[in-house]
């Protein structure tokens, strides 16, 4: 027996899993993440390996696969469709939450460069809040099928004095913590996000900033506790994007409970903090993990390619 396993964040031991030749997984050593070295995802990637990165992913809620120089935009749309359809923002309301994308229509650029002057389409709702901190959520969570997997190439990357790191929340390790009573309370229980008007206007989009609708209650009900469709673990999915808990009781008492659950799943416990180096594609798991971003000094260009894919409706 390998008493040395590498456990990942589902409990299950690395070696349990069909890793293919060449590959080496390593957890990060904090409550979420595992590194994959041994594959460049420019190239043709063997069937075999697809299937181990595809596995891995399922079991790790971040999965970090340093040193992809070569990874380019289309490429990077084509591997998120390992996942699943591609994922875009900008099918709700008019497509009034679009947000500024690279060459490829299915790859997410967030830059606080000028994308004119980078040869990038220019788009006028650019991310005026580019540099600033962003808040502990799960992606696209305004959405009732919010896309599976988000992967981000760290195309340009500050030096890491200058911040921009990205922490990533464990929400198994944060539901298994929860007292029996309160996981009894919550058993069936629904919350219900942001609007997306009111989630664009938190990046400063131009048009949801001048859109008095962002306060309307948006539609969507999402579970509380949400049940990873491969691992079966219950992940407590709540994050900045949760108003309310709605049950058997008063707004004002949802709102309180959304509060003390968010601030159950900030707790530092639950967090690895990634330290970015130049063409790390990371890889999370939006079923079980949260994450947020350090602001950084804007006097330097961080640069990152995003893709989204996969969705299946929440349980
Ligand atoms: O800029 C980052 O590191 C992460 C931003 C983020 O929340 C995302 O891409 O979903
Ligand atoms: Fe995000």
Redesign the pocket.
């Known amino acids: 027996m390998n008493v040395h396993a590498n456990i990942l964040m589902s409990g299950i031991a690395a070696d349990a899993l069909p890793v293919a030749p060449g590959l080496e997984v390593a957890t990060t050593g904090g409550p979420v993440g595992t590194v994959v070295r041994g594959v460049d995802l420019a190239a043709d990637v063997r069937p075999d390996m697809v299937f181990s990165l595809l596995a891995i992913f399922n079991h790790s809620g971040l999965m970090i696969v340093p040193g992809q120089e070569r990874l380019t935009p289309d490429r990077q749309a084509q591997i998120a469709r390992w996942f699943g359809p591609s994922f875009v923002r900008g099918r709700k309301e008019g497509k009034r939450d679009q947000l500024p994308m690279t060459e490829n229509p299915f790859v997410q650029l967030?830059s606080n460069r000028d994308q004119k002057a980078a040869g990038l389409i220019p788009v006028e709702d650019r991310n005026g809040a580019a540099t600033q901190p962003?808040g502990i959520?799960s992606?696209v969570q305004d959405y009732d099928v919010p896309p599976d997997v988000?992967i981000?190439h760290g195309a340009i990357i500050p030096p890491p004095s200058a911040g921009?790191n990205?922490h990533f929340g464990n929400l198994y390790m944060a539901y298994d913590d929860l007292p029996r009573e309160m996981k009894q309370r919550l058993d069936g229980a629904k919350w219900r996000p942001h609007s997306t008007y009111r989630t664009m206007r938190g990046v400063q989009q131009k048009e949801a900033m001048a859109n008095p609708e962002a306060d309307r209650d948006s539609p969507v009900l999402h579970p509380v506790a949400r049940t990873h469709p491969v691992t079966g673990r219950k992940a407590l999915w709540v994050s900045s994007f949760t108003e309310e808990v709605v049950g058997d009781w008063s707004r004002e008492e949802g709102v309180a409970l959304a509060k003390q659950l968010f601030e159950h799943v900030a707790q530092p416990k639950y967090w690895y903090t990634h330290i970015w180096s130049p063409h790390d594609v990371l890889f999370w798991d939006n079923r079980c993990v949260n994450?947020r971003?350090d602001s950084w000094d804007s006097s330097y260009v961080r640069e990152?390619h995003?893709a989204q894919a996969g969705g299946s409706l929440p349980f």
Do not use: K, N
């Open positions: 967030l962003l959520h992606d988000t981000l921009g990205t994450h971003r990152m995003r």
